[in-house]
């Protein structure tokens, strides 16, 4: 069977799956707290429709997304392969990089913004240099579609998942491997800690799993969603870590007791992708149901709803300030949200 029609039957059962998951699920009790999204807003959380910004390309897939850290540009990562530059002060394509020969599964850049990182179901990862677009390098030593990449903060290591149920660490200096570790399952999300000492992922199994950067050896691991965990991410002071999962919940848990804090509950439907703000005062989530739903962290009080997409949320990220987000999604937009309630539409 041809590759390409292995990942649409790949696709088509992701997809089936989820269907089972909207109308098979049963609810399990969890340790800590349950926080319900209410379905009626109250005084203090609106519903946002209008966007600052819609990004439109030719109908494809955007399956990520990342923001370099002054805010200015977005890298777009498609379904088809292609990498999208956006100028998003001006709202103009700015560049359009035919990167893989499959699906975008994952981007990030570096800290100093001079990098862009693409992972993708082609089995390779590229660099790239963000202002003038230019291929740097090809990591090829990826033996199955990459899942998940992720940059440690000082910009020395690259972290990556595979569907081979491999971790694999790179030294980006040198371009050569470092590590590689073999996992019980396929890990489909990866984030550093704050610190850069600690790599998480979001397993299949449904387990938040971690590892020593240095050595790719594993150490805790969180148990408690009843699906496959899509995305993680940590919160800027790496005290919390959250998690959202093919069970409709995004978890949010203390990292220092090793406990869970919240169980946040509100998507009718798989949560795709969770993020926190850098201020470290809110925590969305996207979902398949097609909405974006912003939190506060620690008391896991429903802040805003974000409703626009017409399918499924695949990522979304904070801008630099905390003041809006930036969301992508299986419509073949990239949105951009206003969070705080001075923020103008336009």
């Known amino acids: 069977m041809a590759k390409s029609t292995q ?28 926080v319900a999204y209410p379905a009626v807003p109250s005084e203090s959380m609106s519903t946002i429709h209008k966007t600052l910004q819609t990004l439109k390309n030719q109908s494809v897939w955007i399956y990520a997304i990342a923001l370099s850290p002054d805010g200015e540009t977005l890298a777009s990562g498609r379904y088809d392969g292609k990498v999208e530059l956006w100028n998003l002060r001006t709202g103009n394509l700015r560049q359009t990089l035919q990167a893989h020969e499959d699906a975008i599964s994952s981007l990030t850049i570096s800290v100093d913004g001079q990098t862009l990182v693409s992972g993708s179901w082609d089995n390779r990862i590229s ?39 491999t971790i694999r660490l790179w030294d980006l200096k040198s371009g050569s491997q470092s590590q590689v570790q073999k996992a019980s399952t ?9 610190d850069g000492q600690v790599l998480a992922g979001g397993s299949r199994d449904g387990v938040v799993r971690f590892w020593q950067r240095d050595s790719l050896s594993p ?9 496959a965990v899509h995305s993680v991410s940590f919160s800027p002071d790496g005290a919390l870590l959250a998690s959202g999962s093919e069970d409709q919940s995004m978890k949010v848990w203390h990292l220092s007791q090793g406990k869970l804090l ?3 509950q509100g998507h009718d439907a798989p949560v795709l992708s969770v993020a926190f703000s850098p201020d470290g005062r809110k925590l969305a989530s996207g979902s398949y149901d097609r909405t974006i739903k912003v939190w506060h962290p620690v008391s896991g009080q429903p802040l805003k709803n974000l409703v626009g997409h017409t399918k499924s949320v695949q990522s979304i990220q904070f801008s630099p300030d905390s003041q809006t987000l930036v969301s992508s999604g299986s419509d073949a937009t990239v949105r951009v949200w206003p969070i ?3 923020t103008a539409f336009h």
């Open 7 to 34: 990942k649409r039957n790949w696709v088509m059962f992701l997809l089936l799956s989820i269907a089972a998951t909207l109308y098979g699920l049963k609810a399990h009790e969890q340790l800590g707290r349950t």
């Open 262 to 264: 919240h169980t946040l």
């Open 127 to 165: 660099l790239w240099d963000l202002q003038t677009g230019k291929h740097l390098h090809t990591l090829e030593d990826a033996a199955d579609d990459v899942t998940a990449i992720a940059l440690s903060p000082d910009g020395k290591s690259l972290a990556a998942s595979a569907a081979d149920k």
């Open 219 to 227: 150490s805790v691991a969180l148990e408690g969603h009843q699906g």
């Open 340 to 342: 705080v309630s001075t």
């Open 186 to 194: 396929v890990v489909l999300s990866l984030a550093f800690s704050p």
